[in-house]
């Protein structure tokens, strides 16, 4: 061989004896084959053989077994964000002329997808109530093919009665897919709630550093499973080995991460919810939050999410008090090691009307600072949020 050519072709070294506790990174675009017949029968490698570097490698495998065997699925596919796992689930089961439940608290681009990408193809969308529970078949009808619950709802925090849904949608061959981002499956198992769909923002708990994007989805029918590959193919959706490497190093610290930070956002939530001041806290562990009983019921902790629906006195106080914050940085997002708090507004995105939705409300994700500096913050934010 010339040098041009040893600059290309890598030497085959020993791997004997070499065994380590990290999952190897897999890259690749092109997949190699022995022979031409192996080339020319790639096709009909199946859900989980190797044909092209788009649809996964070792890597993105062993990240997709690993949440499958938490989810209690049968296949789960990786996507390029938590917003794209939502979106390739409803162009995968919904055709002009079908309908989609959407709840009125869901995470808001889901609105925007379907209000301005479906809507225009004839794709229609219903909001709901999320407290509905098995009154949700009052808005079925025959053009309805998936209902979608997000539960804790985005930023109102409340907790949906997913069997109870799931249950009336199964009745009618309505699909259901669960946007389960707050709990991970180590807090709730959609699929054996009732679910056809468990969706995740990989980006938050799994991820774990605030420094990647990558969704997933995990279905208990492998029918559902060839669906969303063909979808996925034909879009061109596939996620880096790089990405999958980070993910798969932030899932083995979820455990232990998720119990400090649900710990400490009861904690909070509880003492806040004591001062004065302060207004409603909404986190699924008070009584006070919609959907708390159901919570208590199916779910086995909280994360460490929460949100606080400021007094509208306290509206030209916000920047003065945000100002205060030594340890909390201010952004959206969650589940990094870093606290973080965000004042939302959700008026905008909301149809059914509640008091709340007129207030801004301080959305807060406990991470993994002291809890003292932390709480000395929040005492200074409220402290600052006081009418003089
Ligand atoms: C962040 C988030 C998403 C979207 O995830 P990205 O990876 O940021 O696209 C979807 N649903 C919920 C509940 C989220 O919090």
Known sequence: MRDLTKTVIHPEVSHDGFSSLSVPTARASTILFRDAEEYATRGQRGLDGYSYGLHGTPTSRTLEAQLTDLEGGVRTVLVPSGQAAITVIMLTVLMPGDT??????????????????LAPRGINFRVYDPMAGEQISDLFDATTKLVWVESPGSTTMEVQDIPAISKAAKARGILVGCDNTWATPLLFKPLENGADFSMHALSKYAGGHSDLLMGSITVSDLDLRRRLRDTMRMIGLGVSPDDVTLTLRGLETMGVRLAHVGKVSIEFAERLAQMPGVGTVLHP?????????????????????????????????????LAKL???????????????????????????????????????????????????????????????
């Open 285 to 321: 562990a008070l009584p006070s939050c919609p959907g708390h009983d159901i919570w208590k019921r199916d779910y086995s902790g909280a994360s460490g999410l929460f949100s606080v629906v400021l007094p509208v006195s306290g509206e030209p106080l916000l920047a003065g008090a």
């Open 326 to 388: 030594k340890t909390f940085a201010i952004g959206s997002s969650f589940g990094g090691t870093r606290s973080l708090i965000a004042p939302m507004s959700v008026k905008s995105f909301r149809t059914i009307a509640a008091a709340q939705n007129e207030s801004t409300i301080l959305r807060i994700s406990v991470g993994l600072e002291d809890p003292q500096d932390l709480w000395a913050d929040l005492a200074a934010f409220f402290e600052a949020m006081l009418p003089a």
């Open 100 to 117: 989609v439940l959407i709840p009125d608290n869901v995470y808001p681009p889901v609105t925007g997808f379907c209000a301005n990408y």
